[in-house]
């Protein structure tokens, strides 16, 4: 079922609860790591894995809710929360920033199994939407910075004629320029390069653009 | 009838002039050889002869004049107008002219002395009342040669009296004796009659001057008096010549007589007028023979001869004292109302009938610095000029109207002052009238009355000011008098109640009863009117607290606060009241502590909530644990194979942590165990009086009546007074909380102590609906309200029991519930 390239990260200062989600969740196949503190697990260096976090509404240093207001979004992994009294402002104050579930403790099983594989869907989404990004930028810094000049002028819908006379050189020049770019940016067509281009916030310089923006 | 007297003379005549014919013949001629040549000695021997034949032919002469003349002169006697007679030494007639004899009728031998009588034969022919004088008279002169002079009348032969003057005088001879007697007899009827009318004259001119009621005198050129009438000389008490002798200073007796004052101006003036001739004219006081003083006006004229030169003056002294008591009198009442005028403290003036000013007196022109001149305008009217800007259009109406009108004038005005500045001053003037009614003078008179306009307004703005204080001070006023009635309300307790003060009147009570009936709550009316006879009674401040009946029939919680005003002897003059809506700030207080109460319940309710969650994550905690051991270790077992030794593990775990819940369970009913208090001997009446009083607005509010029935002389019980207190707190509130339902006239909660075998006895009773489920009551966490914990009957019996006493519910459901609890006194009692 589960596989050995997810993990579940359980933030509760009762180490009898640790042990017994841990226990749990172990038996359904995750990969399970405690932290007692919620800085505990800040501290902590963890492996860069498709992960959910199990965090206690009450810890002892800080509120799990404050906790999850303090970091950004793309910081920790989704979260769900666990609680021994649920109420509703802090329920959904939590899920307004994101928060997987919001569970009461006791927590049944299938109700734990079924918001950690969310959570760690959602996670894996995430994580494969950053390495994507990550590619184009890393294509995208191997533009030279005429390259960088002349891109957002193909992207803006500009015809090479305009965009020779934008950065005052001969229209050979931009279509080589655009040729390298395509290659470089690994796009198949001028669409594709588009969207690049709007992924990676490449500005737009001009309204008249082709294509759908 | 010549005498021999004449013949002798005739002889010596006629010798005499023979001889002084020789003797000057030869006087001539023994001076002539004299006078031819320069021989000195002898002249006067014949100077002597010559003169003494002069003479005697001049004597000799003379005496011849001869008896022819004796016929010539009886001619002349006989034409004479007159009558002569002659006689002898004995008064005989020798001779009676003819004309004479015929006048009387008589012959002249029958005038003589008559024989054998002294009186004489003229007897008949001279008038009785004048004979006696007349003939003493001529004897006497017969006697002594005296020249005989009388002025007598004489009959004439028809009878008529007629005056005549009868002259005589006696021949002597040459020795001396007299020879006989010669008159005349002319007369002077005519003489006697304009004497006798000159005489009547001057009586009628004398009586005049002794009888003009003044008083005359005459005096020298030189000044000296000469003459005083009767008038003056009484006066002075001295005739003219008491003054002194002519010549010897009448003029400085009479100057003594003058005033000392007026002295040195008469002499000045007398002497001025006698210098020139001037008439005199004066007015001096002039001392009266008694020694006083009185004034007169003296007048004197000079009497001139035919040269000019005055002969002596004429004068006269009117004596005026009474006039010039008088004028004294009314120059000193003139100058008494000058006076008043110019210092009255008030400005005078004068206008003519048609508004002219006419005079203003001395304060005026002192005041404000305006003559005459400058308060009339250049047409004659009255100048406005010296009063304020802003009122003088009124005044020029009024003043005209008045002028026009008669009318009297009457202006009050802001006047300028001599130093520029304007004073409130008071005008009135009234005409005043002659007999036919015109007006002949209008009369005025301006005051300063800008002290008392300011003091005025000042007051005026004062008592604004404390009428609007007292009107609209957030309070409401009341003033009453010693006996309680109200006199006075303010705007505010009039808006209030809705109602006028007079409105009171005529309904046959007192204004109070009236008041206190109409508008106090009926709950709180008892207690106000037995406070307000109190205080009446007492003099005792009164302070009072109770809901009052607004206009609009809303009964509003009020403060009456009442004290006495006292005059200087102590005695109550007023009773001034302050009533306070309190209703605000009794409801405000009331939602405070609603909102105290439901806030202490909410942190009750916050509290129980805090430590339901804290139980709950306490229990929650292991309770988690086990849960999701429980269901791993079911995973473990039901895995293909089962993983025994991880479902071991964790079974373990399920036991340790199922062992942990249940000592998190003993230790919360450890933090519920009771620990007593600190216990003293108390009162329970006075533990219930301190609730009473602390309960007393929630009472009040709810509208719940307390009836308290304590038995007094109670033993002290040792008891925790704050957990005691917390019980009839508890129990009391429970009690008014059942009652809300119950109609307001109806809720009445009954708290009664009494002695009894298990100690003391104290009962709540209320009039709610009671309790359905007595035994239930005391259930923790059992109750019928909507807010509480339930735990209140559970804790007050906790508490009970605590102190060794009971707690028990009585009454059946829908009449009433009485909670009872004993406490034990702790003699004889066991705790």
Known sequence: ?213 | MISAYARRRAVFMFAGCALGAILAVAGVVLLLPAMDGPRAPVPWAAFLVLAAGLVLVAAAGAMAVPDAEAAQARRIIESMPGHAWSADPNGRFTYVSASALRFLGERAEVLGPEPDSDEFGWRRVVHPDDYDRVAARWRHCLATGDRYDTEHRIRRADGVYQWFRNSGLPIRDRHGRIAGWYGTTIEIEEQKQAEAALLERERELTHLVEMVPSHLWRLAPDGEPIFFNRRMTEYLGRTVEDLGEPRTGRLEALMAAVHPDDVAEVRARLAASLGSGDSFALRYRLRRGDGAFRWMSSRAEAMRDREGSIVQWYGLCHDIDDQMQVEDALRHSESQLRRLIDTVPAMIWTAAPNGTPTSVNRRFNEVTGASLGDITAADGSLSLSFIHPDFRSETARTAARSFATGEPYHMRYLQGRRDGSHRWTETRAEPFRDENGAIRQWYGVSVDIHDLVTAQERLRERERFLWQLVETLPAMVDCAAPDGEPVYRSQQLRAFLGYELEQLDGTGKSRLAATLDAGVHANDLAMVKACYAHSLATGEPYACRHRLRRFDGEYHWVETRAAPMRNLDGVIVQWNVICLDIDGEVRTREMLRAAQESLARASQAASMAELSASIAHEVNQPLAAIVANSQACHRWLSGEPPNVERAKVTAARITRDANSAAEVVSRIRALFRRTPGERAPENINRIIDEVCRLLAEEVAAKEVRVRLELAPDLPCAPLDRVQIQQVVLNLMRNGMEAMEGVPKGERVLGIRTRPGPDGIRVEICDAGAGFADIERAFEPFFTTKRSGMGMGLAICRSIVEAHGGRLSIEGAAGCGATVAFTLPTGEGDAP
């Open chain 1, 1 to 213: 079922m589960s596989n050995g390239d997810e993990i579940v990260f359980v933030v509760d200062d009762d180490a009898r609860v640790r042990l017994g989600f841990s226990e749990l969740l172990e038996s359904w196949g995750w990969r399970v790591e405690t932290f007692a503190t919620a800085a505990d697990y800040a501290a902590r260096a963890r492996p860069d894995l498709a992960a959910c976090l199990i965090l206690d509404v009450r810890l002892p240093d800080i509120s799990g809710l404050e906790f999850q207001a303090q970091q950004s979004a793309d910081a920790h992994p989704p979260i769900v929360f666990v609680t021994g009294h649920g109420d509703i402002p802090s329920t959904v104050r939590a899920m307004r920033l994101g928060a997987v579930d919001f569970l009461t403790k006791p927590v049944g099983e299938s109700a734990l199994v079924a918001a950690v594989r969310d959570a760690i869907g959602r996670d894996r989404l995430r994580r494969q939407a950053r390495s994507e990004r990550d590619e184009l930028e890393r294509r995208f810094a191997t533009l030279t910075p005429r390259e960088h000049d002349v891109l957002p002028l193909v992207v803006s819908g500009l015809l090479n004629k305009q965009a020779a006379a934008e950065l005052g050189v001969s229209q050979v020049t931009i279509e080589m320029h655009r040729r390298r770019i395509m290659q470089k940016m690994q796009a198949s067509s001028l669409p594709e390069l588009v969207r690049m281009a709007e992924r990676l916030h490449v500005p737009v310089r001009h309204s008249r653009r082709s294509g759908h923006s």
